[in-house]
Structure formats: structure tokens, C-alpha cells
């Protein structure tokens, strides 16, 4: 059971949008603490992709950006193309675990 | 551009110490500002932050982990070592490192650990 819950799947068309929950508690995300986003492929290191919240790190798409609010965070992705099919994870810091914390994954599928 | 690469035996017997180390390339750990991290993924799961150590030597461990993990880092070798120990299957994934405070990047490739007789 992770800390930071995500549904396991989202899916949409190309071109459209799709957006991916982020839901924590009040000792880590409520808490203020920021999330973190990460692209995973199959066999591959993650990516990230979403750093402190709303921020895009040098080279991802604007197609990609997050939101926070209260004890929830968001993913979307607008635009939605065959490449980013593949699994994202939010991560943030706990302040009762003292650490940081994942949640279970999103699998982007694009039909 | 810095670059991470984990190595280590792939197979470890049950009860046994698993031992891994993140090499670095590319910059020097010892230049103060990077807490490195190791993170794992069993196979088909999600992800587990295990511990960071910065190049203080200061560490902080995930609780549930913390009486078998040790992470220590060698400025000399540019390299970050992890173990630990009693493995039981349920340690059994690929397991990354990664530098990062609040957030994680870069990543090393990963490296897949099975505990197995």
C-alpha cells in the first residue's frame, strides 16, 4: 500500500487530455511539501518529468505540467501522443515517515 | 553530464548481506551539495525510496529498512555503496540510484538483485 495513491490506469485518444491524481495526507503533501513526477518505460530508468509541483525540468514538452492542492497533486498531459505512453509516479516527502514517498504508478495507455 | 551506473552481484542467497555501488561519472560527490538516494522496484511493482546519504556522511533510511540498510559513500572512487542485509525474496528488484534532496535526478540504470538459493 503506498503512501501517495494513483489509479492504475488512465488512457485517452491522441491529441487529448489526460490527467493523473496524486492523493496524500496531511504529512506529506497537505503538509506543503512539493510532488515530483517521473516517466518510466518498460526496462528503463524513470524520468522525471515534474519537479516541485509545476515545474519542467530543460527538455520536457510544455505538453506536460502538475498542479497541487491540499492533499492532492495532478499530472497532465495535453496533446496526447503515441511516445508518452508508459507508467508515472508522483513522489513527495513524509514528515512522519522522514522520508520520501512514491505512489503506486499510473499507466498512460493511448489508444 | 553526470552519469550513474549501479553494479553488484545479481544473485544473493536468502539471510545473506546484499551489497551494490552507484559509481559516478562525470562530477565529483565530493563536492558537497548532492544527497544520493537508492531506490527499487521489484518486478511489475512500483517504486521504494530506500535511504540518501549526503557527503557529510549524515544518512536517513525508509523506518521499515532501517535495521538492515547501511549506505555509505566513497569520495575517493566517486562511488555510493549500499547493503543490506538478511535478504529475504521480498528484496528481490532492480535497484536504482539516483542523486536528489526533494526530487530525483539523475538515475542510474539500475541494476536487477534476485534473492534466490
Known amino acids: 500500500q503506498s503512501v501517495l495513491t494513483q489509479p492504475p490506469s488512465v488512457s485517452g485518444a491522441p491529441g487529448q487530455r489526460v490527467t493523473i491524481s496524486c492523493t496524500g495526507s496531511s504529512s506529506n503533501i497537505g503538509a506543503g511539501y512539493d510532488v515530483h513526477w517521473y516517466q518510466q518505460f518498460p526496462g528503463a530508468a524513470p524520468k522525471l518529468v515534474i519537479y516541485d509541483s509545476s515545474s519542467r525540468p530543460s527538455g520536457v514538452p510544455d505538453r506536460f505540467s502538475g498542479s497541487k492542492s491540499g492533499t492532492s497533486a495532478s499530472l497532465a498531459i495535453l496533446g496526447l501522443r503515441a511516445e508518452d505512453e508508459a507508467d508515472y509516479y508522483c513522489?513527495?516527502?513524509?514528515?512522519?515517515?522522514?522520508?520520501?514517498?512514491f505512489g503506486g504508478g499510473t499507466k498512460v495507455t493511448v489508444l | 553530464q553526470m552519469q550513474l551506473q549501479e553494479s553488484g552481484p545479481g544473485l544473493v542467497m536468502p539471510s545473506q548481506t546484499l551489497s551494490l555501488t552507484c559509481t559516478v561519472s562525470g562530477a565529483s560527490i565530493s563536492t558537497g551539495t548532492y544527497y544520493w538516494n537508492w531506490i527499487r522496484q521489484p518486478a511489475g511493482k512500483g517504486l521504494e525510496w530506500i535511504g540518501r546519504?549526503?557527503?557529510?556522511?549524515?544518512?536517513n533510511y525508509k523506518p521499515s529498512l532501517k535495521s538492515r540498510v547501511t549506505i555509505s559513500a566513497d569520495t575517493s572512487k566517486s562511488q555510493v555503496s549500499l547493503r543490506l542485509s538478511s535478504v529475504t525474496a521480498a528484496d528481490t528488484a532492480v535497484y536504482f540510484c539516483?542523486?536528489?534532496?526533494?526530487?530525483?535526478?539523475?538515475w542510474g540504470q539500475g541494476t536487477l538483485v534476485t534473492v534466490s538459493s
Open positions: 539516483a542523486i536528489g534532496l526533494h526530487f530525483f535526478d539523475p
Open positions: 513522489q513527495s516527502y513524509d514528515s512522519s515517515l522522514s522520508g520520501s514517498v
Open positions: 546519504i549526503y557527503p557529510s556522511g549524515s544518512t
